[in-house]
T-cell receptor
Framework: AQSVTQPDIHITVSEGASLELRCNYSYGATPYLFWYVQSPGQGLQLLLKYFSGDTLVQGIKGFEAEFKRSQSSFNLRKPSVHWSDAAEYFCAVGGRGSNYKLTFGKGTLLTVNP | GAVVSQHPSWVICKSGTSVKIECRSLDFQATTMFWYRQFPKQSLMLMATSNEGSKATYEQGVEKDKFLINHASLTLSTLTVTSAHPEDSSFYIC????????????FGEGSWLTVV
């Protein structure tokens, strides 16, 4: 069965500081990996995804993530955080083929201090 | 770009009544849609996979008779919460996959259900 672990429930960073959100997955083969962001009371917005190819993936809003097969990780990074980045971040893993059923991690709440 | 829309965005209903939530893919066809449920400050839990023209596939522990899913067309899936109870109050989100676009998965804006 596929699973996702986001070890950090809540992270606080100062505006302008760098950010790394951790994500570890369990899947029997090469997975599809996603990072989504959710503002309070809102739906999910896709930040980036990994399907194949280059293991360093660029996303929207200046985010990037690196797929490391040896570590079963897909950590999200941003070099300089903006106050508007404060939100809940979810890592998700999905199976290949026509079934895009996703399993989500429990999320990491990001707080940005001015 | 592709958009998945949910309606209503929020709904309040009385205990014992039924409420229907719609999920539409606005500019693409989706043979498969997914329904998730999210409790406050928690992650999303997959409820069921909605397949156009066939029965939905429910995840373990999800009551089929309580959460009725209908996928009548390639652009519309509906979730009906029957005989709603306060514990059904939650945020319900649907998603749809668009093939041919890098297998991107799009999520709706979500629907808040409050049962009083």
């Amino acid at each position: 069965a596929q699973s996702v672990t986001q070890p950090d429930i809540h992270i606080t960073v100062s505006e302008g500081a760098s950010l790394e959100l951790r994500c570890n997955y369990s899947y029997g083969a090469t997975p599809y990996l996603f990072w989504y962001v959710q503002s309070p009371g809102q739906g999910l917005q896709l930040l980036l995804k990994y399907f194949s190819g280059d293991t360093l993936v660029q996303g929207i809003k200046g985010f990037e993530a690196e797929f490391k097969r040896s570590q079963s990780s897909f950590n999200l990074r941003k070099p300089s955080v903006h106050w508007s980045d404060a939100a809940e971040y979810f890592c998700a893993v999905g199976g290949r083929g026509s079934n895009y059923k996703l399993t989500f991690g429990k999320g990491t709440l990001l707080t940005v201090n001015p | 770009g592709a958009v998945v829309s949910q309606h209503p965005s929020w709904v309040i209903c009385k205990s014992g009544t039924s409420v229907k939530i719609e999920c539409r893919s606005l500019d693409f066809q989706a043979t498969t849609m997914f329904w998730y449920r999210q409790f406050p400050k928690q992650s999303l839990m997959l409820m069921a996979t909605s397949n156009e023209g066939s029965k939905a596939t429910y995840e373990q522990g999800v009551e089929k008779d309580k959460f009725l899913i209908n996928h009548a067309s390639l652009t519309l899936s509906t979730l009906t919460v029957t005989s709603a109870h306060p514990e059904d109050s939650s945020f319900y989100i649907c998603s749809a996959s668009r093939t041919g676009s890098g297998n991107t998965i799009y999520f709706g804006e979500g629907s808040w259900l409050t049962v009083v």
